[in-house]
Antibody
């Protein structure tokens, strides 16, 4: 059974940093592109970042470019999101999602982890 | 990259059909057949319902269908059921090799 489990969320002050993790199981992690998608409370979905299976291709939304860094460790079946210079508008549930095709079709999602940026 | 435009809400009675539009630009929806649709009931993670404009993943009922014309994609739910009540989001690949989601549509079954 495919499982994606996010962790690392919490309360952080503006300007602070946080590192999210996503532990994958039930599939060959190293064969799939992975993504982070976020959803602010009561708002819609926002794509954040993607990383190809071998980390050769990495993309970011303009809203996080230069502040967030996506990475993965295929040996540990894990995806990461390092978030720096956090702002109040980064407050959201962060989901990791598996890309079934490398064309941004997300067939499996984690349960999400809440990041709250507030003083 | 601006979000794709969806109507805030649509509604229908059980058994009826509803259609959700998703309008983008020539830099996303209009140039690529890389449109997908997600269903998100309250408090849950999104579920992939349609990919590549009109393809259904295994397990998705054939009541759900997708299409595209120009810069606008559409999701149609035929034979509306109570369990279809949820938020729906479109998404599209963009010319920057990124992804953009739609603004979301709440489907209400009357």
């Amino acid at each position: 059974e495919v499982q994606l489990v996010e962790s690392g969320g919490g309360l952080v002050k503006p300007g602070g940093s946080l590192r999210l993790s996503c532990a994958a199981s039930g599939f060959t992690f190293s064969s799939y592109s992975m993504n982070w998608v976020r959803q602010a409370p009561g708002k819609g979905l926002e794509w954040v970042s993607s990383i190809s299976s071998s980390s050769s291709y990495i993309y970011y939304a303009d809203s996080v470019k230069g502040r967030f860094t996506i990475s993965r460790d295929n040996a540990k079946n894990s995806l990461y999101l390092q978030m720096n210079s956090l702002r109040a508008e980064d407050t959201a549930v962060y989901y990791c999602a598996r890309d079934v095709s490398s064309w941004y079709y997300f067939d499996y999602w984690g349960q999400g982890t809440l990041v709250t940026v507030s003083s | 990259q601006s979000a794709l435009t969806q109507p805030p809400s649509v509604s229908g009675s059980p058994g009826q059909s509803v259609t959700i539009s998703c309008t983008g630009t020539s830099s996303d929806v209009g140039s690529y057949n890389r449109v997908s649709w997600y269903q998100q009931p309250p408090g849950t993670a999104p579920k992939l319902m349609i990919y590549e404009v009109s393809n259904r993943p295994s397990g998705v009922p054939d009541r759900f269908s997708g299409s595209k014309s120009g810069n606008t994609a559409s999701l149609t739910i035929s034979g509306l059921q109570a369990e279809d009540e949820a938020d729906y989001y479109c998404s599209s690949y963009t010319s920057s090799s990124t992804l953009v989601f739609g603004t979301g549509t709440k489907v209400t079954v009357l």
